[in-house]
């Protein structure tokens, strides 16, 4: 009943979701994740997310980010440990406010690396569909289940300035990709990992983190990006500039 022709209609009656066993399954699921994330960036849209992180079983932070992207800018807004966060990107180099000073400032640690889908893509071990599909807003999508690369996973971790040595001993990534466009219309990410912050091997903390982002496409969306960050970004900025 929709004329796209699917390979895959030879294989349809595997239902018992034992869908493991058919690594052909997770090649194709990979694909269509890939397809969702190159429309990403691609595409413009507004975001938001919610963000939970625990630290050995206590709330540590628990906020809200709400964003824009419409190609190459990505504008993040959010709260943490009460102060208003103002992060722009253009997929390499992020530029944030600092809220003591409010000064523009390049920021060496990127606090939305670790969650980029594109690096998310890149730790993907293999991926299946879930039996169900469900509706984010009016839109009827198809679940991707994905596993991950831990040892990848620290790596993206460590590169996004958390620190220490993160070992992730639990995850589950979830795509919610469009049935009819292709299109990432939801992410949910929930990971365990233990951080070795004393780095002699002792004491870790075990720390979770849950972010639950969802995307509303328009082309509408615009991003207006300060004539201070632009120049932040375009590698002029050198810091003595400051007026």
Excluded at 111 to 136: C, H, N, R, S
Excluded at 184 to 200: E, H
């Amino acid at each position: 009943e929709d004329g796209k022709e699917d390979p895959k209609k030879t294989e349809e009656p595997k239902k018992d979701g034992d869908t493991k066993a058919a690594p052909k399954d997770s090649e194709e699921v990979k694909k269509a994740i890939s397809a969702g994330i190159a429309q990403l960036d691609e595409k413009s849209y507004n975001f938001s997310a919610k963000l939970d992180l625990e630290m050995g079983g206590s709330p540590m932070l628990n906020t809200e980010m709400k964003g824009s992207h419409k190609k190459p800018y990505t504008k993040m807004e959010m709260e943490m440990m009460g102060q208003a966060m103002e992060i722009y990107t253009d997929g390499k180099v992020s530029v944030q406010k600092n809220p003591q000073t409010g000064a523009w400032e390049k920021s060496e640690s990127n606090m939305t690396g670790g969650f980029d889908p594109k690096q998310l893509e890149k730790v993907i071990k293999t991926a299946t569909w879930d039996d169900k599909e469900t509706k984010v807003g009016s839109h009827v999508c198809r679940v991707a289940k994905a596993t991950v690369d831990k040892s990848k996973v620290s790596k993206l971790l460590g590169k996004s300035g958390m620190g220490g040595q993160a070992k992730v001993s639990k995850s589950s990534l979830r795509f919610y990709i469009d049935k009819e466009s292709g299109k990432v219309r939801r992410m949910k990410l929930s990971m365990t990992m233990s951080m070795d912050m004393g780095g002699q091997g002792g004491g870790g903390m075990e720390l979770d983190v849950t972010m639950d982002q969802r995307i509303s496409y328009s082309s509408k969306v615009k991003v207006e990006i300060p004539e201070e960050v632009k120049k932040l970004m375009e590698g002029g900025g050198n810091d003595e500039e400051e007026k």
